[in-house]
């Protein structure tokens, strides 16, 4: 006796957003209970592969990422296997695979083309794997294909050509395997729906298309290899969708199609010598059907047209299905492939040779004591400036009081300054007899560190600044005028008594002794409430207008809609996406969800251009 194993498929329409929804990925994985998880449409680029998307506790995960620059096709598709194992190292378990490989070309991962597909040329086996719609995982047992097949519109050629020559393939791979003995499962979104049964709303042509010919082709109802396992357990059953129209609201009638597919291919694992009768679908299918409930509109949810409109509906636009294996045995030990996600670079990092450690050590360290080095020579000029500069008077600085003196600043001009004044010292002359020869450096630097009032760039005045009351009784500007004026024009050696006498008269300013005669109430200072009040004010006044002016557009647009003739109701407005010559056209139809026609409570059909006086000229 073997072990049960369970597979299941799911188009996520992004892996991102559905890890989003169950709050992590192994929330997400564990709500299957399954051995093999495969998603499709996981739109991610292999950049954003992190850790949180793709390692979760007791998986193996293998991706594959689309590869091509082509325009809208960038973060498009990808697929993903997980595989639930106890060890991924040394184990017997079916679930975890003893090959992996990216396509299934063999132009990704070992840039060799696979036996079978010598007749298709390099450019085009390239081309069908670089959009990232395939995983190949083999389990000993079988091989499974994990696809997420192309998706072609009935007028689209190019991509009409490219999905035949996709499945055609396939085929040949497909082929090859089961010439060479081996069992194989397809398990995905096709893109496509094999009969009329498994389509809303076929038309008496629907099953003459090219794809469906093909798929129904496959089956061994049709003189096929493989089985439609879902049709093999339920051959009769109506209405068993799998994807469903997002923007239509379908799901509320279970208007859809059957896309999502799990097929097999080979015999049975039995070994008796007379195997007349049996096969892998009577002999381990227990069970194959559609998890209904991972729909996003629930029983219960508030209807389009009801009110339910802005609520959003949170999963993917398919819904999983599952196959359940019995009787599947064990097999030989061994280790998770390396295509593993755990071995990715992102995740796992690179590896590092001893020779770049020992050289990054060495480097580190030299940069490390050049930066000591000359951290000392940089303090010890530092200290002699600020030395001989604490000799001079306070009346000599040119800085107001609450600011520090610019010559104990650890900044690139003293520096350049003491260096220019250790080269020309011998050229330079006294003109202040008894100073140092560093207040000329020290008054130089001050004449850029302290520019004149005048030139001063006015900081910008922000409402939330706190004013002080310091601010209501500041010198007036206008006092001061013409000291400023003079100090401006001043040459470097007569500024000095200019700022130490403005100095001066800062500090007398803070003394609490000072005559009141030479302070003056600032009416700049008093004007910016006022001047608060009157911003607030036109800012409500602009508000009210903006508000009136969308509640009059709201009412227009409300007069405008049209109601459906089917319900009476108001219509909903959408915009032609397709190219072509109504691109970009607006057009309103029923608000309802789509449905079957003979059911009056869904859609009825209701068709408006919207018209515009641009339409009309």
Not at 476 to 503: F, K
Request: proline share 5%; hydrophobic share 30%.
């Amino acid at each position: 006796m073997g072990n049960p194993i369970k597979i299941v498929s799911y188009n996520v329409n992004g892996l991102r957003q559905r890890v989003s929804q169950f709050g992590s990925l192994s929330n997400l994985l564990n709500t299957f209970d399954a051995d093999i998880i495969c998603f499709q449409e996981t739109k991610l680029r292999r950049q954003e592969l992190t850790s949180d998307l793709v390692i979760a506790d007791g998986y193996e995960s293998f991706f594959s990422c689309t590869r091509t620059k082509d325009k809208g096709r960038t973060g498009y598709s990808g697929v993903a296997t997980f595989c639930r194992v106890k060890s991924a190292f040394s184990s017997t378990e079916v679930a975890l695979p003893v090959a992996a490989e990216e396509g299934f070309t063999g132009f990704i991962d070992r840039c060799k083309r696979k036996e079978g597909l010598e007749e298709f040329e390099k450019d085009e086996l390239v081309k069908v794997d670089s959009e990232g719609r395939c995983v190949v995982t083999d389990h000993n047992h079988f091989v499974l294909f994990n696809l997420y097949g192309p998706r072609a519109a009935h007028d689209d050629t190019e991509r009409i050509e490219f999905k035949m020559k996709f499945f055609k393939i396939l085929q040949k791979r497909w082929e090859n395997l089961l010439h060479e003995g081996r069992r194989v499962f397809v398990v995905g979104d096709l893109n496509i729906a094999p009969t009329a049964m498994d389509r809303c709303d076929a038309d008496p042509d629907f099953e003459k298309n090219e794809f469906r010919r093909w798929f129904r082709s496959m089956l061994m109802m049709s003189g096929g290899l493989f089985v439609d396992v879902f049709r093999g357990k339920h051959p009769d059953r109506r209405e068993a969708y799998t994807c469903w129209s997002s923007s239509t609201g379908a799901e509320l009638f279970n208007f859809g199609s059957r896309i999502d597919h799990i097929l097999c291919a080979g015999p049975c694992l039995h070994q008796e010598h007379d195997l007349q009768g049996h096969n892998f679908l009577s002999c381990h299918v227990k069970e194959c059907d559609i998890l209904t409930q991972y729909k996003r509109w629930k029983p219960g949810d508030t209807t389009r047209w009801e009110g339910g409109r802005g609520i959003k509906l949170e999963g993917s636009d398919h819904a999983p299905v599952y196959m359940s294996l019995e009787e599947i045995c064990d097999i030989p030990r061994h280790s998770t492939p390396p295509l593993s996600a755990r071995y990715l670079p992102m995740i796992h990092g690179v590896q590092q040779t001893l020779v770049t450690l020992l050289m990054k050590r060495q480097a580190a360290t030299q940069i490390q004591s050049s930066r000591i080095s000359s951290s000392f020579s940089d303090g010890d000029a530092t200290i002699k400036a600020c030395s001989e500069s604490m000799k001079r008077s306070f009346n000599e600085c040119s800085v107001s009081r609450p600011s520090t003196s610019p010559s104990c600043s650890l900044t690139e001009e003293f520096d350049s300054a003491i260096s220019k004044r250790d080269e020309n010292s011998k050229d330079l002359t006294d003109e202040n007899q008894g100073r140092p020869d560093t207040t000329m450096i020290l008054q130089s630097q001050h004449t850029k560190f302290v520019p004149a009032e005048g030139t001063k760039k006015k900081p910008r005045k922000s409402r939330c600044s706190q004013l002080s009351l310091r601010s209501f009784f500041q010198k007036s500007p206008n006092l001061s005028s013409g000291a400023e004026n003079s100090s401006t024009n001043a040459s470097p050696s007569q500024a000095e008594p200019n700022t130490s006498s403005y100095s001066n008269g800062s500090h007398a300013l803070g003394d609490k002794s000072s005559s009141p005669r030479h302070c003056q109430l600032n009416p700049s200072a008093g004007s910016q409430y006022q001047d608060k009040g009157n911003d607030g004010l036109l800012e409500r006044e602009k508000n009210n207008v903006a508000l009136l002016e969308w509640q009059r557009i709201q009412q227009l647009m409300r007069n405008s809609i049209p109601v459906c003739k089917g319900h009476k109701e108001p219509c909903v407005a959408r915009i032609v996406k397709k190219p072509g010559p109504t691109f970009g056209h607006r057009f309103f139809v029923c608000s309802r969800a789509e449905g079957p026609v003979s059911n009056p409570e869904a859609n009825c059909g209701y068709f408006k251009w919207a018209s515009s006086k641009s339409q009309r000229k």
